[in-house]
DNA sequence: GTCTATATGGTGATAGAC
DNA sequence: GTCTATCACCATATAGAC
């Protein structure tokens, strides 16, 4: 059934500036928070060069030089976004297999990455979408870091699979990179077209993982 | 089995600016393919506004300002790369189901699909990425007319699998557009990773046709 | 912390020589 | 057709007042 899961850790608070890093939320880190949303919203919008620190600044209700208090520059503004986006699909994935109790099947298993991967994509599409899309129009060395990041999550859905077809629960023949490239293509490709509106996020996930697990055509009628 | 096709069709030649129209390829012709392949390689690879025409002249072996005689600014540059991506895959995947026998079965005709798509999208791979992913980057004019075109296509795949669940050809319980959006997400994914030293197109198609059909894993092993 | 200047450099596009 | 030179503008980032 539905391994219902929440495990979100948004990950990566930035530690206080100055003091003895008791306080919860001091006004700069308020004001930080609005800008990193502010940026992944504006950046997965209009792409990265396409971006002006005066379209974050609008969004984040401040004037255009009070962005450097918080960020240094541009370059390690959209970085904080990329990361914050690998961060949380990771995260959440990694922490609700790693929950799930020993005797689950691998095709459970699946069905729970699916449901936490749509789930974290969906719920911060944000930063989701920019990490996805806007790599590739990032500074080098930004660029190099975060691919890593991207592909030991890879390796992550990989090694389930794997894992599965050790178990003797894959069908024969599958190519289980392609496998895996094809699903999470497919459940990426929400980001483009997802509304809130529309089906909840358990009931596309549920989809997803009857067409994963069965496929979607009939293997012949005769 | 594997139905091969070929159906190409590059689309859109740009009609010859003065004379008869009988010249195959004047200078100018030539000359405005190069600068239409070097812009959809740099826009694919840097984005719109990453993108400067200075950088594409480069790519073109041409100076920045020699580019305004072939094309008039930067906006009708992308919409002309993004025009082209759209329409090499569209015209590949109908021309091949049009060209299949009425006999065809439906799972032979989205393989037929599923092959098509992804030999056009992996053979101009820079137009098709550019397209994907720089839609959302463009000045609005251009994004609302190449919006359209990419429903119309994304309604014919729905009407594929429309007929083959008329034809009793696909699982029950299947919601046929997001089986649609899987689909293509999966197969667009490859824009990202596919390398031609690794396996061939034709092998990639097979692999993904069997995924749609049949599914990655096996549906309960008890 | 946030503001209002402002410096410095890069951008799309045009003009006119060849 | 392609070049070189240049204009007008907008970008990131900094400095210093409040």
Excluded at 32 to 49: I, N, P
Excluded at 126 to 134: E, N, Q, Y
Excluded at 150 to 171: D, H, I, K, N, V
Excluded at 177 to 182: E, H, K, N
Aim: net charge neutral.
């Amino acid at each position: 059934m539905s391994t219902a899961v929440r495990n979100d850790d948004s990950g990566l608070r930035a530690a206080p500036k100055g003091g003895s890093g008791l306080r919860k939320q001091s006004k700069a880190d308020a004001s930080r928070e609005r800008v990193l949303e502010a940026a992944a919203k504006t950046f997965s919008e209009r792409g990265y060069a396409g971006t002006t620190m005066r379209d974050i600044a609008r969004a984040a209700d401040l004037q255009a030089g009070s962005l450097y208090y918080h960020y240094p520059s541009k370059e390690l503004l959209i970085e904080a976004v990329i990361d914050k986006g690998i961060h949380n699909i990771t995260n959440a994935v990694v922490n609700t297999i790693a929950t799930l109790p020993p005797s689950t099947s691998y095709a459970d298993r699946v069905r729970a990455a699916i449901q936490a991967h749509l789930h974290a994509l969906l719920t911060y599409s944000a930063f989701a979408s920019a990490s996805r899309h806007l790599l590739a129009q990032v500074p080098v060395e930004v660029r190099r870091k975060h691919v890593l990041r991207r592909e030991a999550y890879e390796e992550f859905w990989l090694g389930l699979l794997q894992s599965s077809q050790a178990a003797g629960e894959t069908r024969d023949g599958v190519d289980l990179r392609l496998a895996r490239t094809f699903i999470l293509g497919g459940l990426n490709s929400a980001l483009d077209w997802y509304r809130p509106e529309g089906k909840s996020i358990e009931e596309l996930a549920d989809q997803f993982a009857m067409m994963v697990e069965g496929g979607i055509l009939i293997d012949r009628p005769d």
